[in-house]
C-alpha cells in the first residue's frame, strides 16, 4: 500500500511570493492534517481537513490556508512568503475524523530568501 | 493549554546499552498519547498509541508505558539502527490536534 506522499519536496521560494504544497493520502484514509517543523519550535498544528471540511485550525496566521479534495488530497498555501516560514511542512492522514493513528508523509522543504 | 516536555533532548548510548526516554505531559482529558520516530530527511514514523494509565505496548526493542502524567519508551539492547529522534504527542479529547513535543535524539554507537 503506498504510502502518503508530498509534492514538492523541495521548494526555494522569495519573500513576498506564495505558494501551494500537495499532499496525497493513503488510499482509503480521509483525514489529512498540515504540521509545520521548525528547529526552534518542533511539530506544530497547522489545520485538519475531513470531507472536504476544515475541522481544526492550529495558531497561524491567516496567510496559511488549505483544503481538500472530494478525493481527499489536499492543498495548503502560504501567502506573502516570510522568512519565518521556512521550515519542513508535513502532512498526515489517518482513516477517519478523530482517529488518530496519523501516517506522515516525507514533507516539503520550504527554504524562503 | 497542553505541554509535552521531552527529556533528556540528546541522548548517546553504546550498542546494547539499555535506556528510557521520557515524555512528560500536562493535558486536560488525555484521548491518546502517541510515539513516533523520525530519521533525517523524513516524515516521523508511527510507532504506538497508548489511551489510559498502566498501558503498555512493545515493539522489537521498544516499549512504551503510561502513567497519569508521563510516557517512557523504553529501549532495551538498542542497535545502531535505533538512532533518529523519538517524538511524543497527545491529543486532547473533544479535541482533535496532536500537540508534540520536541524530541529526544538517540544516537547509539557501535
Known amino acids: 500500500k503506498a504510502g502518503v506522499t508530498q509534492t514538492p519536496r523541495y521548494l526555494i521560494k522569495t519573500r513576498g511570493q506564495q505558494v501551494t504544497l500537495s499532499c496525497s493520502p493513503i488510499s482509503g484514509h480521509r483525514s489529512v492534517s498540515w504540521y509545520q517543523q521548525t528547529p526552534g519550535q518542533g511539530l506544530q498544528f497547522l489545520f485538519e481537513y475531513f470531507s472536504e471540511t476544515q475541522r481544526n485550525k492550529g495558531n497561524f496566521p491567516g496567510r496559511f490556508s488549505g483544503r481538500q479534495f472530494s478525493n481527499s488530497r489536499s492543498e495548503m498555501n502560504v501567502s506573502t512568503l516570510e522568512l519565518g516560514d521556512s521550515a519542513l511542512y508535513l502532512c498526515?492522514?489517518?482513516?477517519?475524523?478523530?482517529?488518530?493513528?496519523?501516517?506522515f508523509g516525507p514533507g516539503t522543504r520550504l527554504t524562503v530568501t | 493549554e497542553d505541554q509535552v516536555t521531552q527529556s533528556p533532548e540528546a541522548l548517546r548510548l553504546q550498542e546494547g546499552e539499555s535506556s528510557s526516554l521520557n515524555c512528560s505531559y500536562t493535558v486536560s482529558g488525555l484521548r491518546g498519547l502517541f510515539w513516533y520516530r523520525q530519521d533525517p530527511g523524513k516524515g516521523p514514523e508511527f510507532l504506538f498509541t497508548?489511551?489510559?494509565a498502566g498501558e503498555e505496548k512493545e515493539k522489537e526493542r521498544l516499549k512504551a508505558t503510561l502513567t497519569k502524567k508521563e510516557s517512557f519508551l523504553h529501549i532495551t539492547a538498542p542497535k545502531p539502527e535505533d538512532s533518529a529522534t523519538y517524538l511524543c504527542?497527545?491529543?486532547?479529547?473533544?479535541?482533535?490536534?496532536?500537540?508534540f513535543g520536541k524530541g529526544t535524539k538517540l544516537t547509539v554507537n557501535p
Open positions: 497508548l489511551y489510559s
Open positions: 504527542a497527545v491529543q486532547r479529547g473533544g479535541s482533535e490536534k496532536l500537540v
Open positions: 498526515a492522514s489517518s482513516l477517519s475524523f478523530g482517529v488518530y493513528e496519523q501516517y
